[in-house]
């Protein structure tokens, strides 16, 4: 298991006691994370009561172990998803994620978290080939009403030289991200939430109209569960096999330093590095992992030798920061779907059983819409965006895995190249 990451460390956060004996509630959710928070507080919302069984602590997995971008949009790049699903609901699903980012905003200052989300924007730089693709998102995005430019004069000052493109999509944000996860479950069990951690989840069982959801030390009983776990969502859910696939992160994060040359989150080479500054003076990057893809598609959470090299090298190369000493090193686990966009819904065939996850990297921002919008069909039957996130849209298969096809491709054409 990887050391804890430089948020879970700045923020321990409340403790919970373990899952013990018997309970009832209304909704049991499996997972502590953005999703897990996010999917109770609508609920209790809507007069729902609700448990929460977490295997570790709230923001131990993924929620509190990526880079903390906190950007709108999916994975899937936006003319993509013009082209797939049509330029109206393309604009739905991205608008959706902006009213996600506010809202979660305005529920940090609520919770009295604020620093822990602060709107900076965040810049997406383009080499080489990668430049024309770069200036085609911008034009669709800002044809869709997107705060979006190119923005040559925000390249970092070492990274000028190397034929970028910059662009920058104002309404993006940074992220504290124990922070905020730990305020946002804190908060559930001040608003009433059953909270449990250290109590992993070792079946859910349908009983009758209900189900049980069992711990090695307890049970809950409830009328619909939601396993809200990002890439380890198959480990309890097998139907969600090969939808919804594990993918390491791995992050690095330097000591504070007297010079720091970035003002933002930002991201490059076809995102596989992503790196920002922290408030007290550091640079965290994270990626690294095309050039040792295939070891990375694991739910093993544990840094290696080889791709910690890598981020590395892009601070010393890139970043011209030298021998920056590295306080902090670890892994955490990211959920990527079969087709680069968000599984959210109920499970076919398992009536109630809801899984939400598989948000492909970019799950600080589509963990809480999914949460919510789970939420929502549990409470009322609908949602707006349920029929995109649907996890029914896979009809029982998957013909193949977009991320995998690509990221693939990219790997054989840089070791050409290179």
Not at 53 to 73: C, I, K, L
Not at 82 to 90: D, F, I, K, S
Not at 121 to 139: I, P, Q, T, Y
Request: proline share 6%; aromatic share 6%.
């Amino acid at each position: 298991m990887s050391s804890p990451s430089l948020w879970q460390q700045q923020y321990p956060g409340r403790r919970f006691g373990q899952l013990t004996g018997e309970l009832r509630r209304d909704v049991c959710v499996v997972g502590a994370g953005v999703t897990g928070g996010a999917c109770a507080w609508r609920l209790m919302e809507q007069g729902v009561s609700v448990a929460i069984v977490e295997a570790r602590a709230p923001a131990a997995a993924a929620s509190g172990r990526n880079g903390g971008f906190a950007v709108t949009g999916t994975a899937m790049e936006y003319p993509q998803m013009v082209e797939r699903l049509g330029a109206a609901t393309a604009g739905r699903l991205q608008h959706a994620s902006e009213a996600a980012l506010d809202e979660m905003i305005a529920m940090a200052a609520e919770l009295g978290v604020a620093d822990a989300i602060r709107r900076t924007g965040s810049l997406w730089l383009g080499e080489g080939d990668e430049r024309e693709h770069v200036a085609e998102c911008v034009r669709a995005v800002v044809e869709a009403g997107v705060r979006c430019r190119l923005a040559p004069e925000l390249i970092p000052a070492p990274m000028r030289g190397r034929d970028l493109v910059a662009a920058l999509f104002d309404d993006d944000a940074e992220l504290m991200p124990a922070a905020w996860v730990r305020a946002l479950v804190a908060g559930c069990a001040d608003r009433g939430a059953a909270v449990f951690e250290r109590s992993p989840v070792t079946a859910i069982v349908a009983d009758g109209d209900s189900w049980t959801v069992s711990t090695a030390a307890g049970t809950v009983h409830s009328q619909a569960v939601v396993v809200a776990c990002d890439g380890l969502i198959p480990r309890l859910v097998p139907e969600m096999v090969g939808v919804i696939y594990p993918v390491r992160g791995q992050v690095a994060a330097t000591a504070p330093l007297a010079n720091v040359p970035l003002e933002m989150p930002t991201h490059s080479q076809h995102g596989f590095m992503y790196y920002r500054p922290t408030r007290d003076g550091r640079v965290v990057v994270g990626g690294g992992r095309l050039q040792h893809l295939e070891d990375e598609y694991t739910d093993e959470e544990r840094t290696t030798p080889a791709v910690q090299a890598q981020l590395d090298a892009f601070l010393r190369d890139w970043l011209a920061l030298g021998a920056a000493p590295i306080t902090h090193r670890w892994a955490g686990i990211m959920g990527f779907s079969a087709d680069l966009l968000p599984v959210a819904g109920e499970v076919p065939g398992r009536p109630v059983l809801h899984v939400a996850g598989g948000y492909s990297g970019v799950g600080n921002v589509h963990g809480h819409l999914c949460g919510r919008l789970v939420a929502d069909l549990i409470a009322t039957g609908d949602h707006p965006d349920a029929a995109e996130m649907a996890p029914a849209r896979f009809c029982g298969r998957v013909e193949q895995q977009l991320e995998k096809r690509s990221s693939r491709e990219l790997a054989r054409t840089s070791a050409v190249t290179a």
